[in-house]
């Protein structure tokens, strides 16, 4: 019997390498974006600006020959979400199928967090088959480190809004942006307490470049970016012990109790929780939310709450990590256990209550059910 030949299966394509480049300062942003460009000289360089009073999305596409494109896009709502679904990914992809350049360098909107662009490309990867993200870059202003990390302006007091109704603050914005980046490229070398301060921010061993020029392209678009490994440096809930404090000037308080919030002693608390130039992040339970996640996002004297997930069958927990580099930490402390339910709550009421109020429903809505 004539042995039947075997069906050639074909290979997957190698996908276009992208380097995704992130900030708050335009300046800083070209510049490390240049410097890639540079490092690089097969890559295409994207550039998408965000203009909301005109709702429009400006794409601008060169290579090493000068522009391909520059487009306007009329949006609907001029924000970073629709951007990134309507042009920025699709264009990545576009270019990336034509199969002419060998990486892509994308800088994207002054104010967008790369962390989007990646957990598109996660959640959906048949919407951009050809690329994969190599490495994603913070670009930061070397003369206004701590003010764009730890500062109380408001983008829009900046005239970096994405949307007319974006009332993010820079630092919360600026932080992010640092946590969820493999390397951070700084336009001039900082001071000694605010290189502490971005190396606390950032994930463990994560490089600090302050000078673009210096910033190793071959060695990003090869393939740094570990898309679990950030996604649990920049989780809500993290569980595990963080990683020895970087030295230099930095502090970092890990505020942590199995214990839930009292919700009443929680707003009373909020102020020192919550105000002054730190940055803050993490989760809480409160006993009259038991099922709920709630989510602390904080930076610049700004503090956000809300709560989008379930505890499930994972043990609640109440963990706040804060970081500054001003001498008035010693209270934070005291505030945080003041928040905690008291040995005589618990033996009184225990730590699941029934309660149709608790106050915290301007931030978590109503309470969704009794415990």
């Known amino acids: 019997m004539t042995p039947r030949p075997r069906s050639q299966r074909k290979l997957p394509s190698p996908k276009l390498p992208v380097i995704l480049v992130s900030g708050v300062e335009e300046g800083a942003m070209l510049s490390a974006t240049v410097s890639l460009q540079f490092g690089l000289p097969d890559t295409v360089m994207v550039r998408h600006v965000i203009d909301p009073g005109r709702q429009l999305l400006t794409r601008i596409v060169s290579d090493i020959d000068g522009v391909v494109e520059h487009e306007e896009i009329n949006l609907a709502h001029a924000c ?104 951070v490229c700084v336009t001039e070398d900082p001071e000694p307490e605010e290189r502490s301060l971005i190396a606390t921010l950032a994930q463990p061993r994560t490089p600090v470049v302050t000078d673009p020029s210096l910033l190793d392209a071959a060695g990003l678009v090869a393939g740094v970016h570990r ?67 709630c989510v602390w996002d904080g930076a610049g004297g700004q503090a956000s709450v809300g709560s989008t997930q379930k505890w499930g069958r994972t043990e609640r927990l109440t963990r706040i990590v804060v970081i500054g580099i001003d ?12 928040a905690l339910l008291t040995d005589q709550e618990i033996a009184q009421r225990g730590q699941l209550w029934e309660e149709s109020w608790d106050g915290l429903e301007d931030w978590l809505g109503p309470i969704g059910r009794a415990a």
């Open 80 to 183: 970073v979400a629709c951007a990134i679904r309507e042009d920025i990914v699709p264009t990545l992809e576009r270019l990336a199928a034509q199969d002419r350049w060998g990486s892509i360098v994308a800088c994207l909107p002054v104010a967008a967090e790369a962390i989007q662009v990646c957990r598109v490309l996660a959640w959906a990867p048949r919407m951009a088959p050809h690329i994969s993200i190599a490495a994603v870059v913070a670009a930061l202003e070397g003369t206004t480190v701590a003010e764009d990390l730890l500062g109380p302006d408001l983008l829009d007091e900046r005239g970096l809004a994405t949307s007319e109704d974006d009332r993010r603050g820079v630092a919360e914005v600026a932080s992010a942006i640092v946590e969820y980046a493999d390397v």
């Open 227 to 293: 898309h679990h490994a950030v996604e649990a440096w920049v989780a809500e809930v993290r569980r595990n012990p963080l990683p020895p404090l970087p030295e230099g000037g930095a502090w970092r308080l890990d505020l942590r109790s199995e214990r839930p919030i009292h919700p009443v002693r929680f707003q009373e608390e909020l102020e020192i929780l919550g105000g002054g130039p730190r940055r803050s992040r993490g989760c809480f339970w409160v006993p009259t939310r038991p099922d709920d996640i």
């Open 327 to 338: 001498d008035e930490a010693d209270e934070i402390p005291r505030a945080f256990e003041r």
